[in-house]
Nanobody, 123 residues
Framework: VQLQASGGGLVQAGGSLRLSCAISGFTFDDYAMGWFRQAPGMEREFVGRISWGGGSTVYADSVKGRFTIFRDNAKKTVHLQMNSLKPGDTAVYYC?????????????????WGQGTQVTVSS
């Protein structure tokens, strides 16, 4: 099983980044996909989730209206489009796969995790 996250980097406040996560080793269509983030000294925080078919998304209030998750099941990829970035968005971002049928913000309900990609937003 592999979840390979990419696309992180350094961006100024107000800018945009698109994170990607490439999946292999399990049946991608059977899993909802989530994005989490973790800033230094903080707990891992839910960012958003997309259902297995892509028809349903859920976002944390802190990113709603600025971040968008979408997936391509044919290419086995999931993306996090981040707009209007703020310094408070600075963190390591992780993609994760969940077989849990209901939307969940609980990290323990995600079965597989990527290695994380650093996003730094300067003021």
């Amino acid at each position: 099983v592999q979840l390979q996250a990419s696309g992180g980097g350094l961006v100024q406040a107000g800018g945009s980044l698109r994170l990607s996560c490439a999946i292999s080793g399990f049946t991608f269509d059977d899993y909802a996909m989530g994005w989490f983030r973790q800033a230094p000294g903080m707990e891992r925080e839910f960012v958003g989730r997309i259902s297995w078919g892509g028809g349903s998304t859920v976002y944390a209030d802190s990113v709603k209206g600025r971040f968008t998750i979408f997936r391509d099941n044919a290419k086995k990829t999931v993306h996090l489009q981040m707009n209007s970035l703020k310094p408070g968005d600075t963190a390591v971002y992780y993609c994760a796969a969940s077989s849990y049928s209901q939307p969940t913000v609980v990290p323990g309900r995600y079965d597989y995790w990527g290695q994380g990609t650093q996003v730094t937003v300067s003021s």
